[in-house]
């Protein structure tokens, strides 16, 4: 996933960088409008971080130049301005999500995940990888045609890894999307829920779906594996 932080704070900007990274995003980093300009025609950004108080931007439109050249690419708004009346009118102009400053990095982590997740929300209702098929509207789950009955946060934990398939997800982000919930304290439960599913999904099969990648946390197939 690629990132674009257009961030007047340096310091906090090259904080971003560094936490979400440790999410897995490729990160680019701007500090004034006029950067803009100088970034390739299609580098493809999945969501874009935007300081609208960045120098050069329109005070009436400051989504102006980013809407412009990525149309269809998610955009966060960071603002200092508390009014409700200001944030309302961020989103009617077309912002995905508003925060205002001071924010909890916490939070801007969740609500990025969180509006990646509804624009890449597949279309389809059924989920198919490799023998394993899951209902998304039924919750029904097979491995090469054995039903598989799993519990509710079983189930939110296999779609939330299905939807990242190959990519390392870590244990942090996972307790945060599935649990909804934040710290470092409580990721052992992952731990847990996932030896739940290699139980039951894994069980009996020679080729493994559900991979551990050291130092980091799980993933659904990919070539890292290490139990």
């Known amino acids: 996933m ?9 310091a ?12 897995n995003f490729a ?3 701007l500090s004034h409008s006029d950067q803009f300009a100088g970034l ?21 439109d400051p989504m102006h130049v980013p809407h412009r050249r990525w149309p269809d690419t998610p955009l966060i708004l960071l603002i200092a301005d508390t009014a409700v009346e200001q944030r309302i009118r961020a989103l ?9 400053k001071p924010f909890a990095v916490a939070e801007l982590v969740a609500r990025v995940h969180a509006v990646l997740r509804r624009h890449n929300r597949p279309a389809q209702d059924e989920f198919v990888f490799e023998d394993l098929q ?6 029904e789950v097979r491995r090469a045609g054995r039903p598989i009955e799993l519990s509710p946060k079983e189930y939110a934990l296999l779609e939330f890894l299905l939807r990242q398939p190959g990519r390392p997800v870590p ?14 304290a409580v990721t052992n439960v992952v731990d847990v829920y996932i030896n739940y599913l290699r139980r039951k999904i894994d069980a009996g099969s020679d080729h493994p779906l559900i991979r551990t990648v050291r130092g980091i946390g799980y993933q659904i197939g990919g070539n890292h594996y290490s139990r």
């Open 92 to 100: 009617n102009a077309g912002a995905d999500d508003v925060l205002v």
């Open 171 to 184: 244990r942090n982000t996972i307790v945060e999307e599935v649990w909804r919930m934040q710290g470092d």
């Open 12 to 23: 906090l900007a090259e904080f971003l960088k560094s936490r979400f990274q440790q999410e």
């Open 2 to 10: 690629r990132l674009l932080v257009a961030e007047v704070d340096t």
């Open 27 to 29: 990160v680019h980093v």
């Open 134 to 139: 899951v209902n998304r509207v039924s919750h």
């Open 40 to 60: 390739p025609e299609n580098p493809n950004f999945d969501l874009i971080l935007l300081d609208t108080s960045l120098p050069g931007l329109p005070a009436a």
